[in-house]
């Protein structure tokens, strides 16, 4: 119990702020000035967290209009509301007979009595504001935040605050200028890529020279490490000091029993800190709180449940099987259900990562107002996405838009083509019949456009 409380009363996880937001990928601006790029699977409002059969046969199948994803409107195309993933999931394909032929294995008494397989959600607190404190460490204990060019007056999000910055208020996906109006003494940064996919590699080989651990990246701040440890804390505890010691950051530690125990008690952690959350405290600990706080669990999911009458997390894990597939579908109800009781994968997978998909959007400093101006717009991201995806060797099948208008309403929309392509005019041509779909007039202040690529041979 000590362990568990260690740091005080923990705080409610931040669970849905980064799996349905546009910086799903933690502390990633994806609405910076210049143009991001995002390398994803299929993520909408649903994230399915890793391991689960439904989250195994809704990637394999390539089959984004999941009943959990959005509605198909009547032109066949789906709407995600304002969620817009660029999150890096592995695939989990393999999920399946990976889970069944370990079932029972991990986090379960071994044959000395005793839980030896352990999942460590590894999670670097303030990310990119703390990578650049290493450089700046005049800035250390001030407000600081990271976005955009580092200039409030200009369009663009916080991809990262720190945390006497968030005290006022500022979290990642904000405006700038909101940012700036919460907290006027904060220093303003411009965003770094390179710093930090620098850092997030140093990050990532520490992990991986862990001896037995087997490492599954998560995002570029975050990943899962399974262990074989008699005592999980500690082996945090050392993975915190290598990390630090290699460097000069600090992470937080997930300590459970499966993926989603895992990743779900790092924010109790926070900062600097551990938490472990097994099948025994999983009850006591997430039973009481909205089903919000589960991973992937957004307010769009929270609201459907709440209209079967099911509020918190010991409410879902009590669930009706039934109930839960007549509202979401045997994937995403069977998931759901076992989200609400912590269950899952409980073994990271360290095979490569494949790309799903490849994703360019920009925010324009002044808004789009013709259908010409967006035409034009799209085109070019277009043929952005074509650049990435012809990397891969593998052709587009289908278009995702988002769209952000003025001041800030967000929407995606998807459509599979006909055939698959890297015709950049083809792409162009869907993304901009699937704006006119949406019969929206509004001054346009963002446009995404995403190409999610065929399976590679053999599958993910
Ligand atoms: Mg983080």
Not at 266 to 286: C, I, S, Y
Request: proline letters at 6%; a positive charge; charged letters at 25%.
């Amino acid at each position: 119990m000590r362990a568990l409380w260690q740091r005080g009363r923990p705080r409610a996880p931040e669970i849905q702020s980064r799996t349905c937001s546009s910086t799903s990928w933690p502390e990633v601006p994806s609405s910076a000035l210049e143009s991001t790029s995002s390398v994803s699977t299929v993520s909408p409002t649903v994230a399915l967290p890793p391991g689960s059969a439904s989250s195994a046969r809704w990637r394999s199948s390539s089959d984004t209009r999941s009943p959990a994803a959005g509605k198909a409107d009547s032109s066949g195309c789906v709407a995600y509301g304002s969620c817009w993933s660029s999150l890096i999931v592995r695939p989990y394909a393999d999920a399946v007979p990976l889970r069944s032929a370990r079932r029972g294995a991990v986090g379960r008494p071994g044959h000395n009595g005793r839980v030896t397989h352990w999942v460590l959600h590894v999670d670097m607190d303030q990310f990119l504001v703390a990578v650049e404190l290493l450089r700046r460490p005049e800035l250390v204990g001030l407000p600081v935040v990271v976005g955009g060019r580092g200039d409030p007056t200009e369009r663009a999000v916080v991809s990262t605050a720190s945390y006497e910055a968030r005290a006022h208020g500022v979290r990642s996906g904000l405006a700038l200028k909101l940012a700036k109006r919460r907290c006027p003494e904060a220093v303003f940064l411009p965003v770094d890529f390179p710093v930090y996919e620098a850092a997030s590699a140093r990050v990532m080989a520490t992990l991986r020279a862990t001896p037995g651990a087997v490492v599954e990246v998560l995002g570029w701040d975050e990943a899962f490490v399974g262990i074989e440890a008699d005592d999980p804390v500690a082996a945090a505890r050392s993975i915190q000091a290598a990390v630090l010691a290699a460097t000069g950051l600090h992470c937080s530690v997930g300590i459970g029993d499966t993926l989603v125990r895992a990743k779900i008690a790092t924010d109790f952690g926070k900062p600097q800190g551990t938490f472990v959350l097994t099948r025994d405290t999983w009850m006591e600990v997430m039973g009481e709180r909205p089903t919000t706080a589960l991973w992937g669990v957004g307010t769009r999911i929270g609201a459907r449940l709440e209209a079967i009458g099911i509020r918190t997390v010991a409410d879902l894990a009590a669930a009706e099987a039934d109930a839960l597939v007549a509202a979401f579908g045997p994937a995403t109800g069977a998931h759901l259900g076992r989200l609400g009781r912590g269950g899952g994968r409980s073994r990271p997978d360290d095979t490569p990562w494949v790309a799903r998909a490849h994703g360019r959007e920009t925010t324009y400093q002044s808004d789009l107002r013709t259908p010409d101006e967006v035409r034009a717009a799209l085109a070019e991201l277009a043929a952005r996405v074509i650049d990435d995806v012809r990397k891969e060797e593998r052709m587009v099948q289908r278009v995702h838009l988002k769209v952000r208008f003025a001041p800030f309403f967000t929407f995606t929309k998807v459509r599979k083509l006909k055939e698959p392509t890297w015709d950049v005019e083809v792409i162009t041509q869907t993304a901009h019949d699937l704006y006119l779909a949406l019969d929206d007039q509004r001054p346009v202040r963002l446009l995404g456009v995403r190409g999610e690529m065929v399976e590679p041979e053999g599958g993910y």
